[in-house]
């Protein structure tokens, strides 16, 4: 599992999970601030999956956004879920729509299984 967060301060995202769930989850912490590329630009996509040594089919983005989350994700092959908690109604192309959609984080495990 690798934490992937854009806005910088991924280190300490991870940090607060691990500390509230008591137990860190996670093999790899990446960002912004790591990959050198905005997370809306595809290429942070591919210096993630390289410097993971991950094929893009192996690994599953979950995100909040259309734009920096699934569409960037899924022009590199990586398989989307959108976490979409306020049923937001989306006008999408169709290489922007999500795999799946689900209503709430926990919701995303049905599709990871």
Known sequence: LCLSSGGGNSIVKAET?????????????????????????????????????WESKQVVS???????DIYPAKLVGINTIWVNRKSEVQNLEIDETPDHTAKDLISTIEYLK
């Open 62 to 68: 979950i995100g909040d956004s259309i734009l920096t």
């Open 17 to 53: 999970i691990t500390k509230f769930f008591g137990r860190n989850y996670f093999e790899d912490v990446i960002g912004e601030e790591s990959l050198n590329h905005l997370k809306d630009d595809p290429l942070y996509y591919k210096v993630a999956l390289k410097r993971l040594s």
